[in-house]
């Protein structure tokens, strides 16, 4: 398995433009997640989505953000538009369902996108 | 508010010695709690987990502690290695929530 897959690796932009950061979920993971890293905050959680549904945005910091997943193998984070104070690396992950009545899976995570917005 | 608490933010140790990091949390509704390790430009991945019905879970050099009543848990990485010189995150979830992250620990071994 090729396991998450994020794309591109690398984004420069300068303020004001969009910025669209792409994940491929696991097969078969039924959970993805948006996370930011920074080293003033740590791991923040944007957004995650159960079934292609997004169940909690509380995370997402300001209506510049959004994300969507159109089906199981694809998911978009989008800054529109993009500020310097967006600069971080981001994450996407994926799980497979917790079976019933056992422990939870493991949340794999992809290699991040380290965005600079100029 | 930082529901995962964890220290020290960075750690320095000799080969061969004992590295220690501890986390704290206040959410007793938590029963997963693992440990996620960080190289350079690369996605945390995990490293050992626990459920809060043991007191120690122990992979090779890696032990997590886990006191329920204190509402802690620690990693324990023995025989410290240079290439155990990672970032070490550790997080807990319950129910149906998504897992909560400290904020980290930059752990730096030398030989």
């Known amino acids: 398995d090729a396991g998450v897959i994020q794309s591109p690796r690398h984004e420069v932009t300068e303020m004001g433009q969009e910025v669209t950061l792409r994940c491929k979920p696991i097969?078969?993971?039924?959970?993805l997640f948006w996370y930011r890293q920074t080293m003033m905050r740590g791991l923040e959680l944007l957004i995650y989505?159960?079934?292609?549904?997004?169940?909690?945005d509380s995370g997402m910091p300001e209506d510049r953000f959004s994300a969507k997943m159109p089906n199981a193998s694809f998911s978009t984070l989008k800054i529109q538009p993009s500020e310097p104070r967006d600069s971080a690396v981001y994450f996407c992950?994926?799980?497979?369902?917790?079976?019933?009545?056992?422990?939870?899976?493991?949340?794999?995570f992809g290699p991040g996108t380290r965005l600079t917005v100029l | 508010q930082q529901q995962v608490k964890q220290s020290p933010q960075s750690l320095i140790v000799q080969k061969g010695g004992i590295s220690i990091i501890n986390c704290a949390y206040e959410?007793?509704?938590?029963?997963?709690f693992p440990w996620y390790q960080q190289f350079p430009g690369k996605g945390p991945a995990l490293l050992i987990a626990?459920?809060?019905?043991?007191s120690e879970k122990k992979e090779g050099r890696f032990t997590i502690s886990f006191n329920k009543s204190a509402k802690q848990f620690s990693l324990h990485i023995m025989d410290s290695q240079p290439g155990d010189s990672a970032t070490y995150f550790c997080?807990?979830?319950?129910?149906?929530?998504?897992?909560?992250f400290g904020k980290g620990t930059r752990l730096s071994v030398i030989a």
């Open positions: 992950a994926s799980s497979s369902p917790k079976p019933q009545g056992g422990s939870y899976n493991e949340q794999f």
């Open positions: 097969s078969g993971h039924n959970s």
């Open positions: 989505f159960n079934n292609n549904v997004p169940i909690d």
């Open positions: 959410n007793t509704a938590f029963d997963y």
């Open positions: 626990i459920r809060p019905d043991v």
């Open positions: 997080a807990a979830r319950g129910g149906n929530t998504p897992l909560v």
